[in-house]
Structures are given as structure tokens and as C-alpha cells.
T-cell receptor, first 111, second 116 residues
């Protein structure tokens, strides 16, 4: 998973708490995105970005907020955590269509 | 909208044998990319192979090859000479490049078990 770093790796939250999942890449990639993976399903797109200052919603954006102030960083904010947001979260970055690398994942449990 | 279908929830293969994991896709876009990722039990997503929609040759990466049949909208992964370490979940995904970035759509995955 060359150069995509996610933190934290594990987190337990109480319902209603907020938190930020961090994602950083050191490959100067334009494109960054966040996915979530639920049991028995493939990854689903939450938000994505083509560069600093430009973000857009994916398939499942509700309850999440993003911003991209630098090329390197793309944090994902949970505004008020709900049990339905218990999932594994993956950050990805890449150039165009043929290079997309994933971070190691962040396991989030909301109780 | 894009859709990826993986119809094999689980597959078994003997060590050193070849195995084909099926993937069909649906899109109205002419330009797209197809990926296969491996997800071992440790959870990370490992890139295996990529095929562009305009690539005429099937992609190959070591023991992995992608059997791309554009007219049938299929992009099957072939693993030759299976190894015990190939036991994992495998995901097929399609990428569309939009003005906002690259967007991947995933299938539900195939759990591969390699046996002695």
C-alpha cells in the first residue's frame, strides 16, 4: 500500500461523538477518496476529491464530511457517530484511472 | 450507473492448479478501467491487476492475468499455479474518471480457498 497512511487503525466511539479519520499520501496524487466496507459487501464510495479545494459526494455520503486543503491530506469527519457507521474505512489515492492505491484501513466501532 | 457482478461467493482450488474468478460489469461509459484487488484476512486491499477499456491485449502481472472480453462485458481473473498464500477475498472493481476524480465501483467479492 505504497504511501497511503491512515490513522487511527482502530477506534471505538460512543453514539453522538464526533471524530476524524486521517489520510495522508506522499505520492503527489491528485485523486483521493474514502470508501467504507461492510460485512458481505464490497467497498462503497463515500466522498472523493480531484485536488485541493475540490470534493464531491459518492454513493453513501450522509453523516460524513470532507475537505481537502492540501494535496497530501484528505480527512474524513464523522459529525455525530451512529451505530450504522460501524465499518471498515479505506482511503485511496491515485493519478488517473490506472493507479489507485489503498491505505491499510481503519476499523471503527460505534456503540 | 456502473455495476459489478461477482457470482461466485466462494471458490476452492487445489494448490498448483489454475483458477478463474468471474466478473461481469455494466456501464454506458466508453472509457473505464477494471481492477482486481486481493484482501487477505488482515484486511488490507492489495492491487493485483488493471485493464483499460481501450487496451487490446489482456493484462498480465506475474501469475495473474485478466481475461477481458469487452463484448461480453466480462473481466475474469485467472490465477495460475495457485499457492496457499492466495487464499483471500478477491474483489473486482470498475473505475470511471469523472470531473471530480476517479470513482471505483466494487463487486461483492469471491472468497478463494487454496487447499493442499
Amino acid at each position: 500500500n505504497a504511501g497511503v497512511t491512515q490513522t487511527p487503525k482502530f477506534q471505538v466511539l460512543k453514539t453522538g461523538q464526533s471524530m476524524t479519520l486521517q489520510c495522508a499520501q506522499d505520492m503527489n496524487h491528485e485523486y483521493m477518496s474514502w470508501y467504507r466496507q461492510d460485512p458481505g459487501m464490497g467497498l462503497r464510495l463515500i466522498h472523493y476529491s480531484v485536488g485541493a479545494g475540490i470534493t464531491d459526494q459518492g454513493e453513501v455520503p450522509n453523516g460524513y464530511n470532507v475537505s481537502r486543503s492540501t494535496t497530501e491530506d484528505f480527512p474524513l469527519r464523522l459529525l455525530s457517530a451512529a451505530p450504522s457507521q460501524t465499518s471498515v474505512y479505506f482511503c485511496a489515492s491515485g493519478w488517473a484511472m490506472d493507479t489507485i492505491y489503498f491505505g491499510e484501513g481503519s476499523w471503527l466501532t460505534v456503540v | 450507473a456502473q455495476k459489478i457482478t461477482q457470482t461466485q461467493p466462494g471458490m476452492f482450488v487445489q494448490e498448483k492448479e489454475a483458477v478463474t474468478l468471474d466478473c461481469t460489469y455494466d456501464t454506458s461509459d466508453q472509457s473505464y478501467g477494471l481492477f482486481w484487488y486481493k484482501q487477505p484476512s488482515s484486511g488490507e486491499m492489495i492491487f493485483l491487476i488493471y485493464q483499460g477499456s481501450y487496451d487490446e491485449q489482456n493484462a498480465t502481472e506475474g501469475r495473474y492475468s485478466l481475461n477481458f472480453q469487452k463484448a461480453r462485458k466480462s473481466a475474469n481473473l485467472v490465477i495460475s499455479a495457485s499457492q496457499l498464500g492466495d487464499s483471500a477475498m478477491y474483489f473486482c472493481a470498475m473505475c470511471i474518471l469523472t470531473g471530480g476524480g476517479n470513482k471505483l465501483t466494487f463487486g461483492t467479492g469471491t472468497q478463494l480457498k487454496v487447499e493442499l
